[in-house]
T-cell receptor, first 114, second 113 residues
């Protein structure tokens, strides 16, 4: 099992450019999440999905869009990148049965917007 | 809403010292409780968990007990190693919050030889 994978690992964008981050999981999890992690601010939830074809807003959704067309994939899009979106982005997945709802994280994507 | 409060860091210890990182929570239900660890340049990974009151989670010498009466889940290790240097996150499971986990802000631990 590969677990949760993220592509790309690093990316540099200019202000106004767009890009898509891909997250894939092979554990058949229903739930998937996108977080951003900034120094001194812990993890902040951007968007999440409770199943194929569903998405929901998290704590900091502005400037991002997501799609979950296939159960195993969760895409995060930036339509017009801004320097404030410079961050490390983590994808995670989980089951939801009690005692099994730990989250499995990908290795992260380090994004710099200049 | 649900929340997690962790002991502020950074924490610096000498090798073989005793470690405690405090974690308290507020929750509307009875969620699972977790400690995650993040090594430099990596994603978070599960360190240990407890699913109900009085459960003790343990792994790699770390322990934490689910205390409902004090709403706490403090992380302890009797003798830390340099390799334990990392950021530690306390979290509530998403089972009682529409699938959304609640994370603390993280505590950075540095262990010096």
């Amino acid at each position: 099992n590969a677990g949760v994978t993220q592509t790309p690992k690093f990316r540099v964008l200019k202000t106004g450019q767009s890009m898509t981050l891909l997250c894939a999981q092979d554990m058949n999890h229903e739930y998937m999440y996108w977080y951003r992690q900034d120094p001194g601010m812990g993890l902040r939830l951007i968007h999440y999905s409770v199943g194929e074809g569903t998405t929901a807003k998290g704590e900091v959704p502005d400037g991002y869009n997501v799609s979950r067309l296939k159960k195993q994939n969760f895409l995060l899009g930036l339509e017009s990148a801004a320097p404030s979106q410079t961050s490390v982005y983590f994808c995670a997945s989980s089951d939801l049965d009690i005692g099994l709802d730990e989250q499995y994280f990908g290795p992260g994507t380090r994004l710099t917007v200049t | 809403g649900d929340s997690v409060t962790q002991m502020e860091g950074p924490v610096t210890l000498s090798e073989e010292a005793f470690l405690t990182i405090n974690c308290t929570y507020t929750a509307t239900g009875y969620p699972s409780l977790f400690w995650y660890v993040q090594y430099p340049g990596e994603g978070l990974q599960l360190l240990l968990k407890a699913t109900k009151a009085d459960d003790k989670g343990s792994n790699k010498g770390f322990e934490a007990t689910y205390r409902k009466e004090t709403t706490s889940f403090h992380l302890e290790k009797g003798s830390v190693q340099v390799s334990d240097s990392a950021v530690y996150f306390c979290a509530l499971g998403g089972n009682t919050n529409a699938g959304k986990s609640t994370f603390g802000d993280g505590t950075t631990l540095t262990v010096k030889p």
